[in-house]
């Protein structure tokens, strides 16, 4: 697989986990309540921060050569 490939599924991957994030930050304030509402949200932030920075890495490496 190319490097460039796999940047594109990495990507995706970041992509996919900001949708979880919002997911769990939306599902968690309407409807939980109490310590399970601050675990649920903390799981949001981490999935955020981790795809926040997989997007950096992959934009900071700059393009792919082209075969």
Not at 2 to 20: C, E, K, P, R, T
Request: aromatic share 14%; net charge positive.
């Amino acid at each position: 697989m190319s490097q460039a490939m796999m940047n594109m599924w990495i990507s995706f991957f970041a992509l996919a986990l900001m949708f979880v994030s919002a997911g769990s930050a939306i599902f968690s304030r309407e409807k939980l309540k109490g310590w399970v509402q601050k675990l649920v949200l903390v799981f949001s932030f981490v999935c955020l921060i981790v795809s926040g920075c997989i997007v950096f890495l992959i934009v900071l490496g700059g393009p792919t050569a082209t075969m």
